[in-house]
Structures are given as structure tokens and as C-alpha cells.
């Protein structure tokens, strides 16, 4: 099945480009390994070394690069996905993300909690979206 028609919703309310990136990944995938998780996977991998997930959309990174332990890694790495979120990016842009989202107690959050906290309120805003 072409990229256009398995398109997630969050990629699908996101910039063309993020478009673009996800649905060539995909396709390359498909005809490597099959139809399948292993596509999706393999698209938000590429997709996540130039986007990070805002809420229910993807937008541009300030720098390319993989955006948490696990996407710098090979098939199997150890590590968790941060699910979008840049883990890599300082502080500040974290901070500045919560920010965004209004996210409650951001001032007094370590990094870690901050991505914990993006990740929330992205998934919140996503099912809200649906």
C-alpha cells in the first residue's frame, strides 16, 4: 500500500517536507522488508533525524541528527524511543517546548522529566486531534 494511503495523522498535519521524508522511507521500506511495522518503524526513524514531535504535529529540528539514544543506534540498540521528542536537544529548547504546550511545573523539571512531560502532552494532543 503506498505511503499516501498508511500516512499517520500526526505526519499527515505536518509540514510537506516531513510529508516527503516519511512517505520515500516508507516506500523504500516496503520494498525491502514488506508491508508492515517494520516500514513504519523504518520511516519515523528517518523522519526523527530532521523533525521532533510538537503536540500533534512534527516540526523541523534546529540541527539534524538522531533525536534520542535509541534512533542513534542500530536495529536492536539498547535504549528507549523518546517517541519524537529531540532528548537531544538542550535544555532550553526543552524548556521551551514544555513552554508550548503549557506544560504545568516545567521550570523546576530536569531534562529527563521535561521529555517525559513532552511526550505526554504530545500524546494527549495527538488523541485530542483523532
Known amino acids: 500500500m503506498p505511503a499516501s494511503e498508511e500516512m499517520p495523522s500526526t505526519i499527515a498535519r505536518s509540514p510537506k517536507h516531513a510529508q516527503e521524508i516519511w512517505s520515500r522511507a516508507h516506500d523504500s521500506a516496503v520494498e525491502s522488508y514488506g508491508e508492515g511495522?517494520?516500514?513504519?518503524?523504518?520511516?519515523?526513524?528517518?523522519?526523527?533525524?530532521?523533525?521532533?514531535?510538537?503536540?500533534?504535529?512534527?516540526?523541523?529540528?534546529?540541527?539534524?541528527?538522531?533525536?534520542?539514544?535509541?534512533?542513534?543506534?542500530?536495529?536492536?540498540?539498547?535504549?528507549?524511543?523518546?517517541?519524537?521528542?529531540d532528548a537531544n536537544a538542550s535544555k532550553a529548547h526543552l524548556l521551551d517546548i514544555a513552554k508550548r504546550l503549557d506544560i504545568p511545573g516545567r521550570?523546576?523539571?530536569?531534562?529527563?522529566?521535561?521529555?517525559?512531560?513532552?511526550?505526554?502532552?504530545?500524546?494527549r494532543a495527538t488523541a485530542t486531534s483523532r
Request: glycine share 10%; aromatic share 4%.
Open 107 to 123: 521550570s523546576s523539571m530536569k531534562k529527563g522529566e521535561l521529555v517525559d512531560a513532552i511526550k505526554k502532552a504530545n500524546r
Open 37 to 85: 511495522e517494520r516500514a513504519h518503524r523504518t520511516a519515523f526513524a528517518a523522519l526523527k533525524h530532521e523533525y521532533e514531535k510538537i503536540g500533534d504535529h512534527w516540526e523541523k529540528k534546529e540541527r539534524s541528527g538522531p533525536s534520542d539514544d535509541k534512533a542513534a543506534g542500530t536495529v536492536g540498540s539498547p535504549g528507549d524511543s523518546q517517541e519524537g521528542v
